[in-house]
Each structure stands twice: as C-alpha cells, then as structure tokens.
C-alpha cells in the first residue's frame, strides 16, 4: 500500500505548508476547512497554558480506535506538516484513492491532536509557555497540556497509538557514518522491558513500518532506546495498553526543512492506518525492528580532517566537526555554522569528509571551537579549496 499512497503523495499534500516553523494564522486557517469538511469532525477539546485552542480532529467510524499526537514539542513539527496532508487527503470527497479512504472510515476511528504544544510551536521552543518538558510530565501532569493529552487518550482507550516527534538532526544509526532518517520504538511500559501485549502490537507494526523506511532510506533507520522513563508519555501509554509507537523524524542530509521526511511520515502513517484497518499487522514479527541499531551520536554535517587551525602558525593542525546550527528570529529559522568539535576526530564522520592536510587558512587568522562562522575559506597553491559558502549554499537546495 506504501507505494501506491506515496505515488500519489503530489495530489494530497498541503501546498500552503512549505516550512516547519509555518504560520500561526495558515494553521488556524487549516483547522477552519478541516470543520467544513464532511469527512472530518473538528471539535475543540482545551487551550495551552496560554489560551490557544487545542483541537481534535476525528475521522472513520469503525471500532478500532487509533490516536495520534504531534508536537508534544514546539520545535518538532516535521510530524505536523505530514498530518496537514494526511487530513488533505481524509477530507477530500474526489476519487483520489477512494477504496482506500472507505477501508479505513469503516473499519478505525482515528483521533488526531496536532500541533499539541501551540505556546511552544509559536516560541519555536522544546518545552510549555511555563517550560515545562511535557514529555517529562505524563505522571504529574504539571502542565494543561499533558492533563488534556492524558484524559485524552484514556477516553479514547486506543488500540494503536503514534507519538511524533523529531530528534536532533546529527544522530547516527550506532556508530555507522549513516545520519538517522527516521527512528522508530516500541517503547516499554515497564521497568524489565516487558513485551507485553500493547507493546507486541506496537513492535509488530513497528516491523512493518522498519522494513517500508528500510526500501526509502537504506540503512538510515535507527531505532531509539527503550530503557524505562516513567514520566515520558510514550513509556506511560504503553503501560496503560495504548499500543504506543514512538516515531522520530530525524535528519535528511541538505533538506534541513525535512520535505522529504515529511512525504515519508504522511505515508507511512497512511500505510500504518491501512495496515491496522485490514489487521494485516499481525502477520509480522518483530525481528526487523529488533536488528535496529539505536541512535547514537557520532556524525557531523563536516569534519576535515587535520585541517589548519591558525594563519600564522601552520604548525598547528587538527581534525574539525563542523555543524550548521539553526535559529529562531523573527518567526523564522536561520541556518549559522559553528565548530562543535576540535581535536581527534578520527572515530566520528562527516556527512561530508575531507582530508584537509595540504591546506591553509586563508580568511581567518584562528579558528575557535564554539564560534559562529559563516565564512570559512581554505587555500592550496593559492587557489581556494574549501569555501563554508559552497555549502550553505546547499541547504534547502
Ligand atoms: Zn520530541
């Protein structure tokens, strides 16, 4: 089904959304055609700590219950902009995959919370208008948020439930060069890692969804940890049998607005909700999804490899991670470069690697560790070799 949904992915995609940190007045003007559509029941069920309406979107009449969340995190909307699509498509009333849609308004109901952390999405920032991680919180309940997520999801008692995020853009699936597309989890809802009968559900659709991003992105899937944390959600649902599967957009090499990521999130839950509605899940085991490597930490977008580190000296040499930071200004995200890392490098990656022995710092007279460059030039035999601005030129490209 994967294939045939991302085949038409163009017809149902939510043109109007053509970046993560998109605005406030597009989303309230989405949730508006969403109420119109008959397809669709719209209803507000609470605000944020700051009185922004937190809305559920319904569709399907069937018995099983699905739940979906997405940015739990302000700054995580990469699962936001797919959702947008995904109600493009249930709302629509044309023929476009119509035995399709029919399959699954009969057989699930599915309950949406989009965009759940509004106060944080408009801050572009992690946590709560109070700075409250409401991943942190499931137990507690400090914030507005978690209590309406919470009570939420215990009305629906959901048999499947997808909680979207993303993780930082520069993990690794292990120690393996490759950048981690998309990481997947099954979490546990308990201290021992039991694979209970919720968490079994997830993994074996986890399984599935595995070996669908597998054939899109070879050896870029990763799965997350599954030690215990109580107070997250996804630990805390599973323990309350809400078939919980964790699904993170990571990084996507130059496409730092996540496009692609985004097409792959829209139909991979729409493969997901076809693979529940048919019960085709069952058939799967949970050996893909096991063999994942978890994330780790260990790639930068560029390490140069015993690179100069001063003008005068050229003596003094050494490999040199660079990453491109991003910056929330003015409703809108700025991309700067910094040195993250300095020293011996040699058991990291780039995403881009050179071996920069032969060359000399040509624009700076020093380069530090932690500063913001948005040049940075280096020269050999008097021509420029290495030029930062190549690949700025490159994001978003
Ligand atoms: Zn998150």
Redesign the pocket.
């Known amino acids: 089904m994967y294939k045939i949904i991302e085949n038409s992915y163009d017809s149902f995609k939510e043109n109007r959304i053509k970046e993560r940190a998109f605005a406030y007045d597009l989303w309230l003007t989405l949730v508006e055609e969403w109420s119109n559509s008959p397809m669709l029941d719209v209803s507000e069920i609470g605000q944020t700590y700051e009185g922004k309406p937190i809305h559920q979107i319904k569709f399907g009449i069937g018995p099983i219950h699905i739940c979906a969340w997405s940015q739990?995190?302000g700054d995580?909307a990469t699962a936001t902009m797919a959702i947008a699509d995904i109600l493009r498509l249930l709302s629509n009333t044309s023929e476009e995959l119509l035995p399709f849609r029919e399959k699954l308004h009969q057989n699930i109901t599915l309950f949406i919370l989009p965009r759940l952390n509004a106060d944080g999405a408009e801050r572009w920032t992690r946590e709560t208008a109070l700075g409250i991680d409401m991943?942190r919180d499931a137990i507690q309940k400090y914030s507005a948020e978690a209590k309406i997520l919470s009570q939420w999801a215990q009305e629906i008692k959901p048999v499947f439930s997808f909680n979207l995020?993303?993780q930082h853009r520069l993990y690794s699936v292990g120690q393996t060069p490759h950048q981690t597309h998309i990481a997947l989890l099954a979490t546990t809802g308990d201290e021992n890692g039991t694979w209970t009968e919720s968490r079994l559900r997830a993994g074996k659709l986890a399984n599935r969804l595995t070996k669908i991003a597998h054939s899109i992105y070879p050896n870029k899937i990763a799965k997350w940890t599954d030690e215990y944390n109580a107070r997250a959600f996804g630990d805390y649902f599973q323990g309350q049998n809400f078939g919980l599967i964790l699904l993170e957009s990571g990084g996507a090499s130059w496409d730092l607005e996540k496009q692609s990521l985004r097409k792959t999130n829209a139909c991979l839950l729409l493969d997901a909700l076809y693979a529940i509605s048919n019960n085709e899940w069952q058939k799967e085991d949970i050996s893909t999804y096991e063999s994942l490597l978890t994330n780790e930490r260990n790639i930068f977008d560029i390490k140069l490899t015993n690179a100069p580190l001063s003008k005068e000296n050229k003596m003094a040499r050494a490999d040199i991670g660079l990453n491109i930071v991003e910056e929330f200004m003015d409703g809108k995200i700025h991309f700067a470069w910094t040195i993250e890392e300095i020293g011996d490098l040699q058991f990291f990656h780039g995403l881009t690697e050179m071996d920069a022995s032969n060359y000399e710092l040509y624009d700076h007279n020093n380069l530090k560790k932690g500063e913001p460059y948005s040049s940075v030039k280096m020269n050999e035999k008097g021509k420029v070799v290495f030029n930062l601005i190549e690949y700025t030129n490159k994001i978003n490209k």
């Open positions: 739990m995190h995580e991943n995020h993303d």
